[in-house]
């Protein structure tokens, strides 16, 4: 199985990945940022100097999903219930 290692050139390594991954074109470069509470690191821009990251946000869980459906759902019976004239 290949093996892609980053390391720098006092042979420090930084990180290894197995599997599927992309080998770094030309050189590496590397930001030191402070990820924002909620947000995943999506890429980085390189069309601009100098570099940014660009985040996302985090994806919901399934029970956060779950949770958030039911919340709809509950509203959608009250909205139900009010038209019907009947209590939930």
């Given at each position: 199985m290949n093996t892609l290692i980053i390391y720098?050139?006092?042979g420090n390594v930084y990180l290894t990945m197995s599997g599927t991954y992309l080998v770094p074109?030309?050189?590496v470069q590397y930001l030191e940022v402070e990820i924002p509470?909620?947000?995943i690191l999506k890429?980085?821009?390189v069309t601009v100097n100098p570099n940014v990251p660009i985040?996302?946000?985090i994806p919901?869980?399934?029970i956060e999903v779950l949770k958030k459906r039911i919340e709809e759902q509950d509203a959608a019976?009250?909205?139900l219930a009010s038209l019907v004239g009947?209590?939930?």
């Open positions: 720098d050139n006092k074109q030309g050189g509470e909620g947000k890429n980085i821009d985040y996302e946000d919901l869980t399934e019976l009250v909205e009947g209590t939930v």
